[in-house]
């Protein structure tokens, strides 16, 4: 039986009210989502139970029971708090997918410090923006990464500590250095975990802006009931599933169900920190018996790449539910998830700022193949007019996605911009900036974003931080950046670029800009393509038209030119 | 062979590790492993290209095709003698 039963019977309900009863959560009280996580888990019996089951390079393996999760992030809380880390500061987590990245979490928000995770293939320009936005206090970090804070470190005031939680004291520590061995600390078995409260900040996600630099979006321990409920109706976890979830906690997906999610609900999770290859993942599900499975569609495409012959030699007969966000899964995708492994990819719609799954298809409900779903019970999503912001009654007018605000997680606002926070809201409806439209079942289908930001694998890559860091390139005169349609990733990063004087374009020159972009970016924002031109599509006041490159990129009708400029 | 080993080795290293004490031989898995991940893997490719003047096709670049020093090197002597 799945978890949420009927969907229209659960539409009759108070999704939230339900889901505080089930984490004995009262209006007024305390919540704190690291107690939820840990502690709580271990007061319902579930202490020796695994929390997770880590696997790194080189077949190493490590697995943490609830009782080692609730303790191990005590002593990560009181080492932070013997720092000095009071409540409300940010508390950067930048690493690989290794337990400390996990259990270090739930030791920050037990601290009522705010934890701001961030991509550990950020290159040191990416890392400082955000640090700098949010006057990160301490960093939490490996010494593979620590040359890149080491770097910007004179550029921030703010950041008092940096942690280094692999230092095996080969390498001399530098200022404000400090080493902190998770497995080799002293268990504290009781700490006195920060009373927050509903409102209480907890998760500072960064996300990307199309025209201004990346905004940090504040989530509250509230959300904890959103994401509860979600992962229970969408994910159906259940008490002996074994789960897998295949985003890294840099990104919103890898915090809300990939750390909160599954141990709010007591539930064995699963991490693997390699990359990616089908025999790899495969082998992953097999050894690990996983039950659950939620990933993105662009490895869910890569997987179509690597072929069915590759599926058939392993014994992937665990798998029961399989789920999907980041991107759109595109029809064929569904179907031939049901082909190879007998199971439909449920695909689900949210974003950094929604918290949690907003839009989805569920268990036990008819899957449209290519559709978003319906909206969780509880929210109330809408398509409304791209220009009046009016409903949409019309059945399949495209318009755009709408969300009626005041669900648990909701992002609380931009940190340090309260301004673009309130842009978000329009005629009542908070709006995320895709475009969609609904059939006469219900269903959602999403056409495309409504602006140039760039889905790049599930990722969101804003053109005007890439254009900015090609500014700085001794090559680049101007460039202008748009999404390439691509197979697996669905859209990369293409630039068009025009060279300063004394400049040539070659292939030495595209290298050296590709690796320039994927140091001081990361690897998902360098350009896959550089096509080198003489000048860049103008408006008359000087505005690049990216609209224009980015329809010739994906075969559509320009549009309206007549403000282009002549040449 | 040996020469082409050595600069793919050396390129891998100073480009895409991070930790440069860590031991990279000529069968350490660098996609699998995590070392490359699939975007910077097109940068991987253009280097070569551009290095040894040859044109990879898409489908040849495979993860698997790249995913040792061992692998990007009998690749790229496909494509030589070509």
Known sequence: MHNIGSYEDRLKQNSWQLSEQELGYKPGDNINIGWYCSDRICQMGKGDKLALKWEGIGGKEKNYTYNDVRQLSNSIGNFLRQLGIQPGERVCLFMDRIPELYIGFVGILKTGAIAQPLFSAFGDESLLVRLENAETAAILTQKKHVGKVRKILDKLPHLRHIIVVDDAGKSALQDREVAFNMDESARIDNFDIYPTTAESPSVLHYTSGTTGMPKGVKHVHYALISIYLTAKWVLDLHEKDIYWCTADPGWVTGTSYGIVAPWALGVTQCVNDIGFSADAWYSFIQKHKITVWYSAPTAIRSLMKAGEEVVKQYDLSSLRHLASVGEPLNAEAVIWGEKVYGLKFHDSYWQTETGSIMISNYPGMKIKPGSMGKPFPGISGVVVDTETYELITEVGKVGLIGFKPGWPSMMRTYWNNEETYQKKFVNGWYIPGDRAYIDQDGYFWFVGRDDDIINTGGHLVSPFEVESALLEHPAVAESAVVAKPDFVNMEVVKAFVTLKPGYEASEELDLDIMNFIRKKLSPLAMPQEIEFVPNLPKTRSGKIMRRVLKAQEWGEEIGDISTLEDD | ?82
């Not at chain 2, 020469?3 to 031989?25: G, S, W």
């Not at chain 2, 069968?27 to 699998?32: E, R, V, W, Y």
């Not at chain 2, 290095?51 to 995913?67: E, H, M, N, V, W």
């Open chain 2, 1 to 82: 062979m040996e020469e082409i080993r050595d600069v793919v080795l050396e390129y891998v290293k100073k480009e895409y590790m991070e930790d440069q004490d860590e031991e990279l031989t000529y069968d350490t898995a660098l996609i699998s492993g995590g070392y490359v991940d699939s975007f910077s893997m097109v940068s991987l490719k253009r280097f070569l290209e551009t290095k040894y003047k040859i044109s990879l096709p898409d489908d040849k670049a495979t993860p698997q095709a790249f995913d040792t020093v061992n692998n990007i090197v009998k690749l790229v002597q496909e494509f030589l003698n070509k």
